[in-house]
């Protein structure tokens, strides 16, 4: 499995690092694209470099496209070029997972009309779809996260839906990953 994390400078590092630490750790194959340039920098100064520009990505490859949150959701809302690498990915029935204020991204381009979603509560408008105040709500291949303390939930509701249920375990074990503790 692939999936190609999508970013503009000052995305939120812990809605990245978490999914991109732990799908790896999953042997899901994942890159970090940047919307421009050869690299980029979280709102709290982390860079990933390198990164792969969006221009040179080939987005047919992957499985999943993956969009943290952060101030950085603005820039990407207002880029017709992510908007139109989005539209491709649901079209083509990819998987497409957002999180924080990323999901409001997908709620302006009308991809959240029917769908089962979560994002940022304060962020949260009426999309068309049903909110639910939860970590992580998946819906077909939709998978939204409300914010960074769901990143880990968030990542591992990637990889079941990428890898199954019985590998997704399997990780979280060992991680020794218990979400009654």
Same mark, same amino acid.
């Given at each position: 499995?692939?999936?190609?994390?999508?970013?503009?400078?000052?995305?939120?590092?812990?809605?990245?690092?978490?999914?991109?630490?732990?799908?790896?750790?999953?042997?899901?194959?994942?890159?970090?694209?940047?919307?421009?340039? *050869?690299?980029?920098?979280?709102?709290?100064? =982390?860079?990933?470099? %390198?990164?792969?520009?969006?221009?040179?990505?080939?987005?047919?490859?992957?499985?999943?496209?993956?969009?943290?949150?952060? %101030? *950085?959701?603005? @820039?990407?809302?207002?880029?017709?070029?992510?908007?139109?690498?989005?539209?491709? =990915? =649901?079209?083509?029935?990819? =998987?497409?997972?957002?999180?924080?204020?990323? %999901?409001?991204?997908?709620?302006?381009?009308?991809?959240?009309?029917? @769908?089962?979603?979560?994002?940022? @509560?304060?962020?949260?408008?009426?999309?068309?779809?049903?909110?639910?105040?939860?970590?992580?709500?998946?819906?077909?291949?939709?998978?939204?996260?409300?914010?960074?303390?769901?990143?880990?939930?968030?990542?591992?509701?990637?990889?079941?839906?990428?890898?199954?249920?019985?590998?997704?375990?399997?990780?979280?074990?060992?991680?020794?990953?218990?979400?009654?503790?």
């Amino acid at each position: 499995m692939k999936c190609a994390i999508l970013m503009d400078n000052g995305f939120e590092e812990l809605e990245a690092m978490g999914p991109i630490a732990l799908l790896r750790r999953g042997n899901v194959d994942v890159d970090v694209v940047s919307v421009k340039g *050869h690299e980029v920098t979280g709102r709290f100064g =982390v860079t990933y470099s %390198p990164a792969i520009p969006m221009d040179e990505y080939d987005f047919d490859s992957i499985d999943c496209l993956i969009i943290p949150g952060g %101030p *950085h959701y603005k @820039k990407i809302e207002n880029n017709e070029s992510v908007k139109t690498v989005i539209e491709k =990915v =649901v079209k083509d029935e990819k =998987v497409v997972a957002a999180i924080c204020a990323a %999901p409001t991204i997908l709620g302006k381009m009308g991809l959240l009309e029917g @769908k089962n979603y979560t994002c940022f @509560k304060e962020l949260n408008e009426n999309f068309g779809g049903t909110y639910h105040y939860e970590y992580t709500v998946t819906d077909g291949n939709l998978i939204t996260g409300i914010s960074a303390a769901a990143a880990i939930e968030f990542a591992f509701a990637i990889m079941e839906k990428l890898c199954g249920k019985e590998h997704t375990d399997q990780v979280k074990a060992s991680i020794y990953y218990d979400a009654a503790c």
